[in-house]
């Protein structure tokens, strides 16, 4: 992921739960402008400013990287469910999401 890839992505983030960047960068300790800025492309965050951002938005890094989920706060909540159903529900389960994905 280039340095306008990570911003982009980490604006895709922020947005879909709905916080400013001036919000978010104050929640995490940094000047207003901070989020701005690495969204913009005009500077990257160090590692640990890196795993900050990631804990706020409730992402590991991996999933930070992984532009095929869209969603990966809301998966990996989903996930945790998915982990607690038995067998006939995970096959029911299984049976609807690929009906779902077929249509998209």
């Known amino acids: 992921m280039y340095e306008n890839g990570f911003g982009l992505r980490l604006s895709k ?39 900050y951002i990631c804990e706020y938005l409730g992402v590991t890094p991996k999933e930070f990287f992984d532009t095929d989920n869209n969603s ?3 998966v990996s909540e989903l996930y945790e469910d998915i982990k607690k159903l038995d067998y006939k529900q995970l096959q029911a389960l299984t049976t609807i999401v690929s009906s779902m994905v077929r249509h998209v």
């Open 13 to 51: 983030l922020r947005s879909d739960k709905g916080i400013s960047a001036r919000d978010m960068s104050l929640s995490i300790g940094q000047n207003p402008g901070y989020i701005n800025s690495i969204e913009t492309g005009k500077s990257l965050p160090s590692m640990s400013s890196f795993f």
């Open 72 to 74: 990966p706060a809301l």
